[in-house]
């Protein structure tokens, strides 16, 4: 059987002793555990509120900050990256919120495997890994086959948030989405909340802007 191409390449380091102990103790009050069966907000939340969906998070400060400030939605993150996942716990350890859990595993199964159709308000996939160089174009996150799971993971009306600073990455995510005829660019007539700015600069963000990159944001609808 042929593996399938991964968006990312594993780079676990281990977590130092302080950090592991933080992440055992927040991990088992936010971590979600890869299931063959299909997730409810009900169940994990005990609610159901908007939900977002963060990938590839990273160090998880757009995830914290947009629960903190809405604790009237809830919100999921899956990354891959153990020390990033660390991160996001730490902060939830300084500060407890109840809207957030995490996944530890690739998006692409997690999604497949964990997520329902038509439950999702709002993707959010900030700056993910360009892989500039032509071979392996075929590793990026955003494919046409991953779109269309998105799409039917959305509810109608939900928004799909893709950001990057790379040139080439924004016009191949510009290709993949035209011929997405279920997404659309928002008119200025949809009230969706939650088409709004960014309100926190990323790490990767902050990266490329000081390589003086310029940043591609791009909102899909999904009618
Ligand atoms: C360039 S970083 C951006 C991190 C963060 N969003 C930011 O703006 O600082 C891309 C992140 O996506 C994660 N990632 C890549 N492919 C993934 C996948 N299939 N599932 C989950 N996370 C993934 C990587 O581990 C990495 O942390």
């Known amino acids: 059987m042929h593996k399938p191409i991964k968006s990312f390449v594993k780079r676990q380091r281990q977590l130092g002793a302080t950090k592991q102990k933080i992440f055992d103790e927040m991990w088992s009050k936010h971590g979600l555990d890869l299931t063959s069966s299909q997730i409810s907000s ?81 993707v959010l996939i900030l700056f993910p890994d360009p892989w500039p160089k032509k071979r392996h174009h075929k590793r990026r996150l955003i494919q046409p086959e991953f779109i269309t799971t998105l799409q039917h993971k959305l509810k109608p009306n939900g928004i799909l948030h893709i950001v990057t600073d790379w040139e080439n990455y924004a016009e191949h995510i510009d290709a993949v989405l035209k011929d997405h ?35 591609f944001e791009r909102l899909f609808i999904n009618r």
Not at 43 to 62: A, C, D, R
Not at 64 to 90: C, K, M, T
Not at 186 to 213: A, M, V, W
């Open 42 to 122: 009900k169940k994990i939340f005990g609610h159901s509120q908007p939900l977002t969906l963060e990938i590839g998070f990273g160090n998880g400060e757009t995830l914290f900050y947009l629960a903190q400030e809405h604790p009237e939605h809830d919100f999921i993150g899956i990354e891959v990256y153990r020390p990033g996942i660390a991160h996001l716990l730490s902060l939830l350890k300084a500060q407890p919120l109840d809207n957030i859990m995490v996944y530890n595993e690739d998006a692409v199964v997690i999604l497949s495997q964990c997520i329902s159709d038509k439950s999702l308000d709002r």
């Open 181 to 215: 005829s279920n997404f659309s660019i928002p008119k200025s007539s949809d009230t969706n909340p939650l088409i709004q700015q960014r309100p926190i600069i990323t790490k990767f963000e902050h990266r490329g802007q000081k390589k003086g990159h310029k940043i």
